[in-house]
């Protein structure tokens, strides 16, 4: 298994920007297709974007295309998120995850794909 840590969270005005990193150890990220999701208060946890293990395929939640981005750095074991024009609905708690696969070229999106998860990290969003 893997170990996800996650940071880079905090709180940014409406129309800002913010980038998470979610830091692995334990294997290295190249083996594994990621994602991240996020959970609002009383809401369901909700997939927000993925990205295959050879890094070449992403998806994205329709509520953020456009406005933020998926990476790997397999040399640095880290997967990013980059979030652009951010929006009061996007105030939650993100969630790195991974799931260690053999194909190259898949994106995984259900939460219950995943068998490894980092702690969260906060992201407000003010108006």
């Known amino acids: 298994q893997v170990q996800l840590v996650e940071s880079g969270g905090g709180l940014v005005q409406a129309g800002g920007s913010l980038r998470l990193s979610c830091a692995a150890s334990?294997?290295?990220?190249?083996?594994?297709?990621m994602g991240w999701f996020r959970q609002a208060p009383g809401k369901e946890r909700e997939f927000v974007a993925g990205?295959?293990?050879?890094?070449?395929?992403?998806n994205y939640a329709d509520s953020v295309k456009d406005r933020f981005t998926i990476s790997t750095d397999n040399v640095k074991s880290t997967v990013h998120l980059q979030m652009n024009s951010l929006k009061p609905e996007d105030t939650a708690v993100y969630y790195c995850?991974?799931?260690?696969?053999?194909?190259?070229?898949?994106?995984?999106?259900?939460?219950?794909?995943?068998?490894?998860w980092g702690q969260g990290t906060q992201v407000t969003v003010s108006s």
């Open positions: 334990g294997r290295t990220v190249s083996v594994y297709a």
């Open positions: 995850a991974g799931k260690a696969v053999i194909s190259f070229d898949r994106v995984y999106s259900r939460a219950t794909d995943f068998s490894s």
């Open positions: 990205i295959s293990r050879n890094g070449a395929y992403r």
